[in-house]
C-alpha cells in the first residue's frame, strides 16, 4: 500500500470533520442567527489571510447569492498600519484562520467590536487569540494539522460558511445536501491523475480558473501549486480571464479550469471553446455528470479529473477542492518537493 503524505491523509479527515460540525455548536448558531434576524448587518466584512482569505472570497459569493447582503473584505492593513477610523455599525465582521493567532487580524476585529460590530470567528484553535477576541466563536473542529499546507482546515471553514447559511435562510433542503456530504466526499472514485501529472510535472507557470463560487477554489489551488510545487500558478476568475490576461495562454500553456452547474456553467463552456482556440491544453475539474462535453466543437482533447455528481453548488466545490489537494500531493512528489514541509515556509504565520 502507498504511503499517503500529510497533506492527503488530512484531506481525507474533511468528512469526518463535517459530520461532527453538524451536530456541534448549534447553540451558538441559534443564538447569532436570531440576533441578526431581529437586527439584520447593511454589509458582512470578512478578515482573513492566506487559505482562510479563499475561503471568505467564498463566502461573499455565499453570503451575496443566498442571504443577499453586501460583502467585502477588509484588508487588516487599513487598521494595522495606516489607523483608519471605519464605521462598523450594526455590521456583522467575520474573522477566519486557523491559528487565530495573527496580530493583524486580532487587532482589526477587535477594532470593529469596539465600534459597532457584531464579531464572529471561524477559527480551528478554539482557544486563540482571536477567537477570545470575537463575540462569537464557532470553531472549525478540524484537529491538530500537521501539514505546512492547510487542507481539512480551508475545507473546515467552507463548510462552516455553508451551515452558517442554511442556519440563516432556514434553508432546509440547502442544509440537507450538506449533511449529504461526508457520505459523498467517503464515495471512492477510481480517477488517474497521471495524465495532468505528466503535463505538469515539467512545468513552471499554470492557469487556474473558475468562476462565481468556483472562482475562490481556484484562487486557493493556485496557492497551493505555488506552496507545495514550487509552480508560478496564477488563478484568474472565468470572466476577468477575458480580458488583458487572456494574452497569456499560448500554444500548449496548461490550464486548469474548475466547472460547477449553476449560473456560470454555460459561460465557462464558452470559455473552454475559446482557450481551446489557443491550443492550450486544459485540465477540467467537475462533477462526473457535468463534464459532458461531447456538444463542444474542441481540437484538443482536455484531461478531465471528475468528482463525485453534483448535488448543490456551495457543496460541489467541497468536493472540487477535496479532490484537488491529493492532485497537487502527487504533484509535487513528482517534482521531488515533499509538500508537507515547503523549504521556505512555516505553519504559522503572523503578519502586522
Partial sequence: MTNLTLMESETQESASIIENQLKSNLDIFADIVKRLKKDPPPFIGTIARGSSDHAAAFAKYAFETHVGILTATISPSIHT???????YKNSLIISISQSGKSEDLIESLSYARKHGAVTLSFVNEE????????????????????????TKSYIASLSRIIQFIAEWTFHGELKQYLHDLPIILNTKKDVSLSSAIDIL??????????RGFGFPIALESALKLKETCGLHAEAFSGAEILHGPFELIQKNCPVII??????????????IEKIDEKNAQMILIGAQNILNLDDLKLK????????QNSVHPLCDCISLINTFYPFAAKLALSKGRNPDKPENLNKVTSTV
Avoid at 201 to 210: H, Y
Avoid at 258 to 271: E, G, P, V
Avoid at 301 to 306: D, G
Fill in 258 to 271: 474548475y466547472l460547477q452547474k449553476d449560473a456560470t456553467y454555460s459561460s465557462m463552456l464558452k470559455l
Fill in 127 to 150: 482557544h486563540s487569540p482571536l477567537a477570545k477576541e470575537s463575540e462569537y466563536n464557532i470553531p472549525l473542529l478540524a484537529g491538530k494539522e500537521n501539514s505546512v499546507a492547510a
Fill in 300 to 307: 484538443k482533447n482536455p484531461i478531465l479529473i471528475p468528482t
Fill in 201 to 210: 510535472k515539467g512545468e513552471q507557470n499554470v492557469l487556474v480558473l473558475g
Fill in 81 to 87: 498600519l495606516y489607523k483608519s477610523k471605519l464605521n
